[in-house]
């Protein structure tokens, strides 16, 4: 495979793998300059464009099917993430959001499976309540 150098008006140039047959595949938005080799990474960048999943309760999109789930718990509820440093009160619906919250304001970088969450849920409900036999009945 031979690379070539494209670029666009506005944009500095890129670099592109060719395809075997020394094609590539420009992504067909006017907007958007990106080039790729191989049609399953050009059908993967157009769901960016299209954003195929949305969310039922708010107008966001994703073109992931997991980051809707993973935005979903911020209605939904989940467990809480708690910030383990002392004097810090920031709870969090989503892991990622915790991580990043360490590093910008507390200056660390954290691995995720050394973070525990919190009994309590975004809902009100705590972890505890979920396994009890009241649990989503109506009274």
Known sequence: MTEESTSS???TPKRSRRTRSGKTLACPHDSCSEVFARPCDLRKHEKKHTRPYGCELCP???YQQ???DKHCRTHYGGPLWPCPFDGCDKKFTV???LV???KRTHGQVVKKSSLTPSMETSSGI???DHGSPSFGSKA
């Open 126 to 128: 705590t972890l505890s």
């Open 95 to 97: 892991d990622d959001n």
């Open 9 to 11: 008006p506005g944009n």
């Open 100 to 102: 990043r919250h360490i």
């Open 60 to 62: 966001r999109r994703f």
């Open 66 to 68: 997991r980051d809707l």
